[in-house]
């Protein structure tokens, strides 16, 4: 009872002393809603992006078609496609950001030239994950071009347009009226004869467009509202919140070795463990209540970010937090002085919240870096958040993240309490 | 009360400590003495705990090495640098290190009250210490090591950097420690200080001892003959103008309110040699630093 006193006391301590600290205040608590504010701004419905889109294909058709298509798309170069059997498992991949868009191949859809030729549109489906609106454009862009092509390809090559178009008319068959009929004949013979003279390339897109891709952006389970900006920039701000907190702490610690109060506090009857427990504690409490303060501007109308689950919300922020009390331990051992364990902090902080996405998106680095930020505690905080706030998580999605986030805590918490040096020495 | 016996410790191929056996008795003023690296300091980091001998013991009478969870509760300690909160107000620095050693709320507020009184500070009980001047941060620094009523505190230059009135405010204080018979260790490089403040004192140089005795007895047998230190003024200016320096503040206090210990105030006003006399004669007048 007593040892737990000893921490609530240090730990009470250490609140007070980062809230009095209005610099050290001002970047815990403020800057983490201007980031979320001003990027949310920024990228309201527009982002930069370049490089392969992730996509996710389901071929519910699986014709000859449908299967050639499928084979045009796995060969382009702006596309990383992943064929999955069902629609339902081909979402759940892009709401777990593993994949930017879902696209599927509904039944029916077959040959896209033959497709056209009947007069009717190519129909794509599909869900886009709307914190990579970028990279839907450009999906957008690329299979609008595959259509093409492959219809282009298809008349280029006399022989297949010949069969694209005995096919067309044994599918309009007896039932056209004559008249249709006849008219379609009549320019089906055309292509022919043009064909006869070598023509290709013979299609072209008109105002409205022969290809129809409608696509969604992902929305949560239980409700359809758009997810907005400020749900993406949060997340981010969040994390450099913690970093803030974490940075913020070490260096409280590491003063504390240098001013002498550490020196005080370890001739008190209390053991080590005790006063490194009472910082991580006022660190824990810190983080939290700037993910609270976070969360409750958030909800700000102006904002609109609503979580799926405020428990989860709370699960998902404390394992942040927690994650960030470990990263706090190790940075404070590293280095003697306060100026050294600033600037190892600060190198370390923002190369791993840069790696980790709280910046830039994962999904806009190339293929090292992405497999480089499953190390930064950063990717799977945006990771736990944004699934609860707007991918839907449940429990179980949030298992990993948020265990790989407590185990980061707890090994950044043993190992950095080992390697601290408690002052030997009453300085002078 | 605490024991030093043939207490030697090296940093590294230093040798701090070299067979160090000091006795200070229940009750007294005693001051440690040396100058620049003679290893006061590493003395009073062993007597606290944060070190250990290489060789030979420290005891803490009734409790043993003073590294046991038991000392801490006998030990206070009001370091040179000042281990006080900038950011917390004096009375939030009491209650936080009382609350450390067990006290609960109540006693918390009430100890951290009378301390604050003690020391001068009840009014500015509820203001932040960085507003505070150096010497109240110094009277602080006191109050924060007499907090849970230790029977033996160690002082590490309490009044560096202070005005005469604040040196003269903590030199009351100790006086109130030694009526309460509380047992102090006191280091010091204002020999005056310790001239009228201690009842014995050690002079320690390269990590041994070179002479512990009363003021008056020391003063009899290193420099009974000598004229004290001011004499030096024209001889070495530069060693004697700093020893002016240090030594306005404490001769303009000395002749303030009353004498500390009879011995060191009688030899004072004898006229026939000082404790600075006694401390260049055993330690050189080499500079250190």
Known sequence: ?428 | MLVFDSVSKSFGGVRALDGLSIRIEPGEVFGLLGPNGAGKTTSISLAVGLLRPDAGRITLEGIGPPHRQAARAALGVAPQSLAIYDDLTARENLELFAGLFGMTRRERRGRAGELLERVGLDDRAGHRVAGFSGGMKRRLNLAAALVHRPRLILLDEPTAGVDPQSRNALFDILRGLRDDAITVVYTTHYMEEAQRLCDRVAIIDRGRLLAMDTVGDLISRFAADRDPEPDQFAEEPKVAMAGAGMNAGSRSSLSGSGRGAGTGGAMAASGSGDLESVFLELTGRTLRD
């Open chain 1, 1 to 428: 009872m007593r040892a737990v006193r000893a921490i609530l006391l240090l730990a009470v301590k250490d609140v007070r002393l980062q809230m009095r600290d209005r610099l050290g205040a001002f970047f815990t608590f403020a800057f983490p809603v201007l980031y979320a504010l001003l990027f949310g701004l920024m990228f309201s419905g527009s982002g930069e992006g370049t490089g392969t889109v992730q996509v996710a294909l389901v071929d519910e058709d699986r014709s000859d078609g449908s299967r050639a298509f499928v084979e045009r798309m796995a060969g382009s170069d702006a596309l990383r496609v992943t064929l999955y059997d069902t629609r339902t498992a081909g979402t759940e991949q892009v709401r777990r950001g593993k994949e930017s868009a879902l696209i599927v191949l509904p039944e029916g859809f077959g040959d896209p030239a033959s497709t056209l030729v009947r007069g009717e549109r190519v129909r794509l489906e599909g869900v886009v994950d709307p914190s990579r609106r970028a990279e839907s454009a450009i999906l957008q862009g690329t299979l609008f071009g595959l259509v093409f092509r492959h219809i282009g390809d298809t008349f280029g090559d006399a022989e297949r347009a010949r069969a694209v178009m005995d096919e067309s008319r044994e599918a309009m068959g007896e039932n056209a009226p004559p008249e249709v009929a006849a008219a379609v004949d009549l320019m089906l013979s055309g292509v022919e004869g043009l064909l006869a003279q070598g023509g290709g390339g013979l299609l072209a897109a008109d105002a409205d467009g022969p290809v129809s891709l409608e696509l969604s952006e992902l929305s949560s389970r239980e409700r359809t509202a758009p997810v907005t900006a400020f749900a993406l920039t949060f997340p981010q701000g969040a994390a450099w919140g913690l970093m803030a907190c974490a940075l913020g702490s070490s260096l409280s610690l590491v003063g504390e070795r240098s001013r002498g109060t550490l020196v005080r506090l370890s001739l008190a009857p209390i053991g080590r463990w005790q006063i490194l427990a009472g910082k991580a504690l006022g660190c824990l409490i810190t983080s939290v209540a700037m993910m609270a303060v976070l969360v409750g501007f958030a909800h700000l109308p102006f904002f609109g970010v609503r979580p799926e689950s405020y428990v989860l919300l709370a699960v998902a922020s404390v394992c942040a937090c927690v994650a960030f009390v470990g990263v706090m331990m190790l940075i404070a051992s590293f280095g003697r002085t306060v100026a050294a364990v600033e600037g190892f902090g600060r190198a370390v902080l923002l190369v791993m919240a840069l790696a980790g996405g709280a910046a830039v998106p994962v999904v806009f680095m190339p293929d090292w870096m992405r497999s480089v930020a499953g190390v930064s505690p950063f990717r799977w905080v945006i990771e736990a958040l944004d699934g609860v706030i707007w991918r839907g998580f449940g429990p179980q999605e949030l298992l990993l993240p948020c265990g790989i986030l407590i185990g980061i805590g707890l090994v950044g918490f043993i190992a950095g309490a080992g390697m601290f040096r408690f002052s030997r020495m009453m300085s002078a």
